[in-house]
């Protein structure tokens, strides 16, 4: 079945660069996404890629994809204390409904 | 931008009674809607995906008559959950898309306590 896996935690010094990965096991996904959603709120696109791309770069954000491997890593450059939240990594599946993995969340240290 | 607001962002009901949640898309069209509940520490979980003017698509144990489900234009989706109970509670968040677009708008969500 369709799933996807990310870590729970990730803890950066404020100023380091964060990486934040998931694994996805749905080859035929045409897109993959990023969410960002802040304490008690709800969930803001950051970025997303489509499946014949490798990297995609916005400002301090930067997506790998790997698709031989099924990975998909979020790069933030120069974290902020503004980047604490929690990232949820997304797959598109075949009715357009999104498959979520359970979010890593950033913790950053000063 | 896409902007999608829902109503009510906190609701406290009573045990047994319904709640609607309402999903708006404030400056586009939405051909489609999901609803998503999100238990705490949890991912997202979809509930069901709805087509403007026809029936909502329910996922594989979700209550289509415990959880109504009517998206009756363009820019509106409700969700209404019938006899709640306390472990109804939870984050309730609706997203919307464009026809054939590949870009899901989220809602800040609703808050749903159940006492």
């Known amino acids: 079945g369709e799933d996807v896996e990310q870590s729970l935690f990730l803890s950066v010094r404020e100023g380091d660069s964060s990486v934040i990965n998931c694994t996805y096991t749905d080859s035929s996904s045409t897109y993959l996404y990023w969410y960002k959603q802040e304490p008690g709120a709800g969930l803001q696109l950051l970025t997303y890629i489509f499946s014949n791309m490798d990297m995609k770069q916005d400002q301090r954000l930067t997506v790998l994809l790997n698709k031989k491997d099924k990975h998909l890593s979020l790069r933030i450059a120069d974290t902020q204390t503004g980047d604490s939240a929690i990232y949820f990594c997304?797959?598109?599946?075949?009715?357009?409904?999104?498959?979520w993995g359970a979010g890593t969340k950033l913790i950053i240290k000063p | 931008g896409a902007v999608v607001s829902q109503h009510p962002s906190r609701v406290i009901c009573k045990s047994g009674t319904s709640v609607k949640i309402e999903c708006r898309s404030l400056d586009f069209q939405a051909t489609t809607m999901f609803w998503y509940r999100q238990f705490p520490k949890q991912s997202l979980m979809l509930m069901a995906t709805?087509?403007?003017?026809?029936?909502?698509?329910?996922e594989q144990g979700v209550e289509k008559d415990k959880f109504l489900i009517n998206h009756a234009s363009l820019t509106l989706s409700t969700l209404t959950v019938t006899s709640a109970h306390p472990e109804d509670s939870s984050f309730y968040i609706c997203?919307?898309?464009?026809?054939?677009?590949?870009?899901?708008?989220f809602g800040p969500g609703t808050r749903l306590t159940v006492t």
């Open positions: 997203s919307a898309s464009r026809t054939n677009t590949y870009e899901q708008y």
């Open positions: 997304a797959e598109m599946g075949s009715n357009y409904q999104l498959i």
């Open positions: 709805s087509n403007e003017g026809s029936k909502a698509t329910y």
